[in-house]
């Protein structure tokens, strides 16, 4: 199916990622699976082929490039095959909140280390008692007048172990939404990784606990208001939900293409598996399920490039392709047969990692609230929209 969102210029993006991809990234995959995260070189590395922040600006190393397409392509090609290099979180969710919230002297401070791939990026908002509803949030940034002072856990930090500089999320005030951002380096004295969590998919993404105990932040480390955190979190949401759901359908993609080749190769009573009516039905479903989603996702990316991504609308999007995702993945394992429960076969590690994307960036429930919201199905009292708004 030919994408008109796409440009000469973008498609020649993506034979220079994947050119690159399949040279540095994915004949390590399996170390990074070992070792449960992607090397350090590999992210220096994509930060000299201007992979990282290519929005940022020149006098920071960037290429000026805020052409979300771009980032788009990136994503498409490493999530189909190495989606432990979560090069979307640091681009696309992360990187713009001090691309587009911090001070002049914040972006001179840190953006060049973003843009070179020496400082990972993460975001620290979950806590054991606080997901998808953030003003439960516990950590708490205290103003001592020349300094503040944090204290907090988070946990199932996406980049945690790897990360150079964590956006932490904190209350600054009594309110339910009085909300800090707060840039915090990895070497900080106060700041403590726990342990490295094991996960059921994506082992080769770090995923880690986060500690702040009496930690003293510069003034200056705080981003936005000081009580504005929550806002800007909102801002941004709309963005996160659509550079997953290409995430997604990118993972699925892959399965479907995996999956052709095997029942075309695979023998059964002396025929290939894909000449079965099963078969053929089965990947016929999935072919059109796909090119769907494709075009759903596709004319978000529209949207978004418009400036018109509502937040209903990413919600739909987000649902549509992480439910989307787990079907397909599903359907193709059991084409695999056996094989399909082993983990020397790319599939099984595919059905592992996906199936996450129906909880994180909000939780395929949250979504549906979040549509049905939209549709005027919410008895509750009206509240602004910053309010109304769920996340995880």
Known sequence: MRRRLFQPEHEEFRRTVRRWAEAEVYPQSKRFRQEGMVSREVWRKA????????????????????????????????????????????????????HRFGTPAQRDRFMPGIVSGE???????????????????????????????????????????????????????????????????????GFARGRRLEKIGLKSQDTAELHFTDMRLPKE??????????????????????????????????????????????????????????????????????????AFVDACAAEHLDGALSSELAAEVKLHASETEGAVVDACLQLHGGAGFMEEYEIARMYTAARVSRIYAGSSEIMKEIIGRGLGLDDRPRRGAAEGEDRA
């Open 119 to 189: 400082t990972i990026l993460a975001i620290a908002m979950t806590e054991p008692d606080a997901g998808s509803d953030l003003s439960g949030l516990r950590s708490r940034a205290e103003d001592r007048g020349d300094h503040w002072l944090l204290n907090g856990a988070k946990t199932y930090i996406s980049n945690g172990i790897l990360a150079g500089l964590v956006v932490v999320a904190a209350r600054t005030g009594p309110g339910r939404h009085e909300i800090g951002l707060f840039l915090v380096e990895g070497d900080r004295p």
């Open 47 to 98: 930060g000299a082929q201007g992979f990282l922040a290519m929005f940022a600006d020149p006098a920071h190393g960037g290429l000026g490039l805020d052409d979300f397409r771009f980032d788009m392509v990136l994503t498409e090609e490493l999530a189909a095959r190495e989606n432990g290099l979560y090069i979307p979180l640091h681009n696309r969710i992360v990187a713009p909140y001090i």
């Open 221 to 294: 480390n705080l981003l936005g208001p000081a009580a504005g955190g929550f806002k800007l979190m909102m801002h941004n949401l709309a963005e996160e939900r659509l550079i997953g759901a290409v995430q997604f359908l990118a993972h699925a993609q892959r399965a479907f293409a995996l999956t052709l080749d095997f029942v075309k190769e695979r023998k059964v009573f002396g025929r290939a598996l894909g000449t079965f009516q099963n078969s053929r039905f089965v990947l016929a479903d999935l072919r059109a399920r796909l090119d769907a989603a494709q």
